[in-house]
């Protein structure tokens, strides 16, 4: 029976309860706020920026519809009718070997997958619900392990996309953004679907799969003003693998216990996709991701492929940026990866077998870039990337450091310059028409 005294306990338990709610959400704001990164995730963050190329992956069971990854959106599905199609998905060509080999091929150092689109269906092996690749589809075996298992053998990192927004799941509730009637129920339980059904797939990916490279997040920006419950999931991540980085395509400044900022389709500090924020961290390293062809997942009416001198000038543009480049492939539903993607990264991965060095292990180089070109540096070499210039002299702004010697990078040939206290002249080689960059090698005087 309740009395008076057990009312007021009641109370004063609501009132705990509230404060500690509020006291926490407000923490939240602050993403993982007494956040120090630690010494291998510091060691990660600089082997993240050496390895300067990555392959971005978009695959699900969208592919099966040749529609891109928004086909559920974009044709305003039902839930019911979406369901229906894990069932045509088996990827019966599917070959870890293959891929990993082929990002190995372009000269790529990591690959990032989509682990979960904004479809909500897991490519993996989940307990947390049955929407996933196991138990939904006839193929019935798990790639993203076969995928990790292949790259620890051929020392590739990965990293898995996991997209916050859910077009599927009814607690994605309230909803965001990319609303629309689906016929999931008006109402469900945002806490359990971010401390239970997220956090519980996050910690699946990092315990499952050996050592990854990090999480990349996508789709905050569906509810920015949401509270993701961050700091929460952020220290999971970091306490499940210290050097796993977290990054997420959030599209505004970095907030605490994140490790790298990505940039969509865009330089940093660049904004032309509308997608972006114009700040550049300076702590962070920076990433900027882009497809090869027009769309991110598989789309049978895309042939808008970049051309191979395309993908160098927009690699070489990164690094000139001081970022990473992470180019997008949407393979087939059965597995198979389009010859137009594997003979254009083929070409790249040539390209940098003979330039890498002025790309792998650089950070941006000490002159703005600028229309002309731009430049990378590592230790004494500042590598000279000239993409856009057709007079025979370049100037470029003072240094402080003397330069000793001067050669182009594709001949080795010694290339003429003069340095005084108002800048640098370089003479450069004739421009061969098959030369996509012509890069010249400053060495300095240590
Ligand atoms: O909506 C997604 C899109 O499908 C794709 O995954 C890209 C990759 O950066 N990110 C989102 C848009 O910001």
Request: proline residues 5%; aromatic residues 12%; charged residues 20%.
């Amino acid at each position: 029976m309740l009395n008076l005294k057990h009312i007021e306990i009641g109370k004063f338990a609501r009132i705990v309860t509230l404060t500690a709610c509020t006291l926490f959400a407000t923490l939240n704001l602050f993403a993982q706020a007494d956040y120090h990164p630690s010494p291998e995730n510091l060691q990660a963050r600089r082997e993240f920026q050496d390895m300067k190329f990555g392959m971005f992956i978009h695959w699900g069971v969208y592919s099966v519809l040749g529609d891109g990854e928004w086909v559920f959106h974009n044709r305003k599905l039902k839930v019911d009718e979406y369901n229906r199609l894990p069932a045509f998905f088996d990827p019966e060509k599917f070959d870890a070997k293959a891929w990993v080999a082929l990002a190995k091929a372009a000269g790529m150092k990591y690959i990032t997958i989509t682990s979960r689109h904004h479809d909500g269906f897991a490519m993996f092996d989940s307990k947390v619900s049955d929407w996933n690749i196991v138990q939904r589809t006839p193929y019935k075996k798990d790639p993203l392990k076969m995928l990790a298992d292949e790259c620890h053998r051929q020392g590739i990192k990965l990293f898995f996309y996991y997209s916050q927004l859910d077009w599927h799941n009814p607690d994605y509730y309230p909803r965001g953004a990319t609303n629309w009637d689906n016929g999931r129920p008006d109402h469900g339980d945002w806490n359990a679907y971010l401390d239970t059904y997220m956090d519980g797939q996050l910690r699946e990916l990092l315990t499952n799969y050996g050592t990854i490279g990090g999480i990349w997040f996508d789709g905050m920006w569906d509810k920015p003003d949401a509270d993701w419950h961050l700091a929460k999931t952020y220290a999971l991540i970091h306490q499940l693998q210290p050097a796993a980085l977290i990054i997420p395509n959030h599209h505004q400044t970095p907030k605490p216990g994140e490790d790298v900022q990505t940039f969509e389709r865009d330089l940093p500090g660049q904004n032309t996709a509308g997608f972006n924020t114009n700040f550049v961290s300076a702590q962070l390293p920076l990433e900027s991701s882009d497809t090869l062809n027009g769309n991110w997942g598989f789309n049978i009416g895309d042939s808008e492929y970049k051309s191979v001198d395309e993908l160098i000038r927009r690699l070489v543009r990164a690094a000139g940026n001081n970022s990473n480049l992470l180019m997008n492939i949407g393979p087939y539903p059965n597995g198979e990866i389009d010859s137009q993607f594997v003979t254009r990264l083929h070409a790249v991965g040539e390209w940098l077998s003979k330039y890498g060095d002025s790309i792998y292990g650089t950070r941006g180089g000490p002159m703005a870039p600028g229309d002309w070109g731009v430049t990378t540096q590592k230790e004494n070499k500042i590598y000279v990337h000239v993409l856009n210039w057709n007079a025979p002299l370049l100037a470029l702004p003072p240094i402080q450091a003397k330069i000793t010697s001067a050669h182009s990078l594709g001949d080795n040939s010694a290339a003429e310059f003069t340095q005084n206290m108002n800048g640098i002249i370089l003479k450069l080689p004739a421009a061969r028409t098959d030369e996509t960059d012509r890069v010249i090698v400053l060495t300095v005087a240590k």
